[in-house]
Protein backbone atom coordinates (compact mmCIF):
# COMPACT_ATOMS: atom_id res chain seq x y z
CA UNK A 1 0.00 0.00 0.00
CA UNK A 2 1.00 3.52 -0.90
CA UNK A 3 -0.03 7.01 -0.20
CA UNK A 4 0.95 9.98 -1.90
CA UNK A 5 0.28 13.25 -0.47
CA UNK A 6 0.77 16.30 -1.90
CA UNK A 7 -0.21 20.24 -2.59
CA UNK A 8 1.24 21.66 0.57
CA UNK A 9 2.64 25.37 0.27
CA UNK A 10 2.95 28.98 1.71
CA UNK A 11 -0.50 30.96 2.01
CA UNK A 12 -1.71 34.22 4.24
CA UNK A 13 -4.19 33.86 6.57
CA UNK A 14 -7.58 33.64 5.19
CA UNK A 15 -6.18 31.65 2.43
CA UNK A 16 -6.97 28.42 0.79
CA UNK A 17 -4.90 25.46 0.16
CA UNK A 18 -5.93 21.71 -1.32
CA UNK A 19 -4.22 18.69 -0.32
CA UNK A 20 -4.38 15.73 -2.64
CA UNK A 21 -3.76 11.63 -1.58
CA UNK A 22 -3.33 8.76 -4.12
CA UNK A 23 -3.34 5.53 -2.60
CA UNK A 24 -2.16 2.78 -4.41
CA UNK A 25 -1.47 -1.05 -3.66
CA UNK A 26 -4.97 -1.86 -3.04
CA UNK A 27 -8.71 -1.47 -3.49
CA UNK A 28 -9.79 1.10 -0.69
CA UNK A 29 -13.58 0.70 -0.91
CA UNK A 30 -13.23 -0.61 2.61
CA UNK A 31 -10.59 1.45 3.63
CA UNK A 32 -11.12 4.43 6.49
CA UNK A 33 -9.11 7.36 5.11
CA UNK A 34 -7.66 10.00 7.35
CA UNK A 35 -5.32 13.10 7.34
CA UNK A 36 -3.29 13.89 10.41
CA UNK A 37 -1.19 16.82 11.24
CA UNK A 38 2.08 17.71 13.47
CA UNK A 39 3.63 21.17 13.94
CA UNK A 40 6.91 21.54 15.59
CA UNK A 41 7.26 20.59 18.89
CA UNK A 42 4.10 19.01 18.97
CA UNK A 43 2.55 15.94 18.65
CA UNK A 44 0.47 14.02 15.75
CA UNK A 45 -3.07 15.30 15.84
CA UNK A 46 -6.22 14.01 14.00
CA UNK A 47 -7.38 16.71 11.30
CA UNK A 48 -10.15 14.93 9.46
CA UNK A 49 -11.20 11.35 8.12
CA UNK A 50 -13.77 9.60 5.87
CA UNK A 51 -15.27 6.14 5.13
CA UNK A 52 -14.41 5.53 1.54
CA UNK A 53 -17.45 3.68 0.97
CA UNK A 54 -20.47 5.69 1.91
CA UNK A 55 -18.29 8.81 2.48
CA UNK A 56 -19.18 9.62 5.90
CA UNK A 57 -16.68 12.39 7.54
CA UNK A 58 -15.50 13.16 10.80
CA UNK A 59 -13.25 16.42 11.65
CA UNK A 60 -11.27 17.79 14.77
CA UNK A 61 -12.84 20.89 16.01
CA UNK A 62 -10.32 22.95 15.34
CA UNK A 63 -11.07 22.30 11.46
CA UNK A 64 -14.34 22.02 11.62
CA UNK A 65 -16.43 24.28 9.16
CA UNK A 66 -12.86 25.48 7.54
CA UNK A 67 -11.45 21.90 6.51
CA UNK A 68 -13.56 19.44 3.87
CA UNK A 69 -12.26 15.83 3.20
CA UNK A 70 -13.68 14.14 0.07
CA UNK A 71 -12.85 11.38 -2.58
CA UNK A 72 -12.54 10.36 -5.98
CA UNK A 73 -12.78 7.01 -6.70
CA UNK A 74 -11.86 7.07 -10.60
CA UNK A 75 -8.81 8.38 -9.24
CA UNK A 76 -8.05 6.65 -6.14
CA UNK A 77 -7.50 10.00 -4.67
CA UNK A 78 -8.71 11.81 -0.77
CA UNK A 79 -8.68 15.44 -0.44
CA UNK A 80 -8.59 18.10 2.20
CA UNK A 81 -9.93 21.44 1.21
CA UNK A 82 -8.36 24.10 3.83
CA UNK A 83 -10.53 27.24 3.71
CA UNK A 84 -10.08 30.34 5.71
CA UNK A 85 -6.37 29.21 7.02
CA UNK A 86 -4.82 30.51 10.22
CA UNK A 87 -1.17 30.44 11.30
CA UNK A 88 -2.06 27.90 14.16
CA UNK A 89 -2.66 25.16 11.10
CA UNK A 90 0.98 25.15 10.11
CA UNK A 91 2.04 21.74 10.31
CA UNK A 92 3.32 18.93 7.99
CA UNK A 93 0.32 16.89 7.03
CA UNK A 94 0.16 13.26 6.18
CA UNK A 95 -2.25 11.33 4.68
CA UNK A 96 -3.33 7.65 6.51
CA UNK A 97 -5.36 4.92 6.12
CA UNK A 98 -6.61 1.82 8.00
CA UNK A 99 -8.67 -1.24 7.34
CA UNK A 100 -10.95 -0.75 10.26
CA UNK A 101 -13.47 2.01 11.52
CA UNK A 102 -12.43 5.60 12.22
CA UNK A 103 -10.15 6.59 14.89
CA UNK A 104 -8.53 9.99 16.20
CA UNK A 105 -5.50 7.65 17.31
CA UNK A 106 -2.35 7.81 15.29
CA UNK A 107 -1.41 4.82 16.35
CA UNK A 108 -4.52 3.01 14.88
CA UNK A 109 -3.24 3.75 11.11
CA UNK A 110 -1.64 0.60 9.58
CA UNK A 111 -0.46 2.88 6.28
CA UNK A 112 1.11 6.15 6.05
CA UNK A 113 1.86 8.94 3.28
CA UNK A 114 5.18 10.88 3.29
CA UNK A 115 4.17 14.63 4.54
CA UNK A 116 3.53 17.90 2.78
CA UNK A 117 4.44 21.01 5.02
CA UNK A 118 1.65 24.03 4.84
CA UNK A 119 2.65 27.23 6.21
CA UNK A 120 0.61 29.80 6.80
CA UNK A 121 1.92 33.23 7.62
CA UNK A 122 -0.30 35.97 9.65
Known amino acids: VQLQASGGGLVQAGGSLRLSCVAS????????MGWFRQAPGKEREFVAS????????YYADSVKGRFTVSRDNAKNTVYLQMNSLKPEDTAVYYC????????????????WGQGTQVTVSS
Open 25 to 32: GRTFSTYV
Open 96 to 111: AARSSVYSVRQVDWDY
Open 50 to 57: MIWSGGST
